[in-house]
Structure formats: structure tokens, C-alpha cells
């Protein structure tokens, strides 16, 4: 069975650039959740999605936002990068379409450095 | 605003000790508290939880104690061993509101030999 993973390992953009992260879930896995981890914090929520629709969002701008795709697999894009963007984010995905008690299975992340 | 309040921020035990890790929560509509462990380079993985109608939970030797009434539970790790070190959080979910999850602030174990 394979694990959550995400892509890229690391990234590096400027301010003002425009980023895509990706993310495939388990296998059997439906529900993708998206978190932000900046340097010293816990994680923290941005948005999940459900059988490609957004099932909550955490409180982000909208310039944060994001896609699931038929296979459950999902991207989050960030547009007008600003350097508090830099953290680890961390894709984690569900069986149980977001039910309360479901477990998220979380990924490595990706590291972005916003210069 | 931080829900879940975590401490301390870093902790060092002996090899064979105990660890305790505590958390704070505000918002009584939190229903649910993991504990998630994370190693360097890797995402978090879930360790232990429990739900508010037990006091505690134990898995090994990992224990989750709960105060209800004081809104706060704590992970108590025994016999720490070297493999333990890692960064630890509690976190917190709503009945309604999913699986979504608040987390603390982390605690980053380092247990010695």
C-alpha cells in the first residue's frame, strides 16, 4: 500500500510568484485536507477536499486554493507568494469523506522558501 | 487565536524515563484529541487518542491522561527510548466540524542515553 506523497521535496520562489503543490493520496483514499506547518508551529488547516468539491477551509486568503482531480489526487496553488508563505506543507488524506474521527494520514510536505 | 496550547516547547529525558507533554484546549466543542509524532523529513503520524468520556488511554507505553473539567490532557510516554525523540502534538477536533484538526504548538523530545 502506498503512503501520501507530495511533490516537490523543496521549492524556492520570490515574492509575488505563483506556486502549485502536489499531492496523491493512499490508495482507497477520497478526501485530501491540505496544512500549512511554518517554522516552530503546529500544522495548520487550509482546506480539505471531498470528491473534487472543497468540503472547508480553515482561515486562509483566497489566493490560496486548490484542486482534487477524479483520482483523488490534488494540488494546492498559491498566487502573490508573500514571504510569511514559507513553511512545510503538508497533504494528508482520508478514507471516510472527512468524518469526524476519520484518520488523516499525512505526507513528508513540501518545503517552499519564499525569497 | 491558539485553541490548543501546548508545553513544553522542548523536553530532554533520560533513556528509561518519563515524558510528559501537556495541552490546553479552549473550545469546549472539541470532541476528539490525538496525538500525532513526527520525525525529521516525515509528516505526522497519528500515536494515540481519545475521546473526552474516558479519563485515560493507554497503548503501550503511551498513556493519554484527560481533565475535562480543566480542559487539558497530557501524553506520558515511559520507559523514553532514544527512538521516541521526535516532535510530538496534541490536537483537537469538533464533532461537527469533520476531521479537520487543530494542533498545538509541538513538542520537540529529545531523550537521552
Known amino acids: 500500500e502506498t503512503g501520501v506523497t507530495q511533490s516537490p521535496t523543496h521549492l524556492i520562489k520570490t515574492r509575488g510568484q505563483q506556486v502549485t503543490l502536489r499531492c496523491s493520496s493512499q490508495s482507497g483514499h477520497n478526501t485530501v485536507s491540505w496544512y500549512q506547518q511554518a517554522l516552530g508551529q503546529g500544522p495548520q488547516f487550509i482546506f480539505q477536499?471531498?470528491?473534487?468539491?472543497?468540503?472547508g477551509r480553515g482561515n486562509f486568503p483566497p489566493r490560496f486554493s486548490g484542486l482534487q482531480f477524479p483520482n483523488y489526487s490534488s494540488e494546492l496553488n498559491v498566487n502573490a507568494l508573500e514571504l510569511d508563505d514559507s513553511a512545510l506543507y503538508l497533504c494528508?488524506?482520508?478514507?471516510?469523506?472527512?468524518?469526524?474521527?476519520?484518520?488523516?494520514?499525512f505526507g513528508p510536505g513540501t518545503r517552499l522558501t519564499v525569497l | 487565536q491558539q485553541q490548543v496550547k501546548q508545553s513544553p516547547q522542548s523536553l530532554i529525558v533520560q533513556k528509561g524515563g518519563i515524558s510528559i507533554i501537556n495541552c490546553a484546549y479552549e473550545n469546549t466543542a472539541f470532541d476528539y484529541f490525538p496525538w500525532y509524532q513526527q520525525f525529521p523529513g516525515k509528516g505526522p503520524a497519528l500515536l494515540i487518542a481519545i475521546r473526552p468520556d474516558v479519563s485515560e488511554k493507554k497503548e503501550g507505553r503511551f498513556t493519554i491522561s484527560f481533565n475535562k473539567s480543566a480542559k487539558q490532557f497530557s501524553l506520558h510516554i515511559m520507559d523514553s527510548q532514544p527512538g521516541d525523540s521526535a516532535t510530538y502534538f496534541c490536537?483537537?477536533?469538533?464533532?461537527?466540524?469533520?476531521?479537520?484538526?487543530?494542533f498545538g504548538t509541538g513538542t520537540q523530545l529529545k531523550v537521552e542515553l
Open positions: 494528508a488524506s482520508s478514507l471516510g469523506g472527512g468524518a469526524w474521527l476519520d484518520t488523516q494520514y
Open positions: 490536537a483537537a477536533s469538533k464533532r461537527g466540524g469533520g476531521n479537520k484538526l487543530t
Open positions: 477536499y471531498y470528491r473534487e468539491e472543497e468540503n
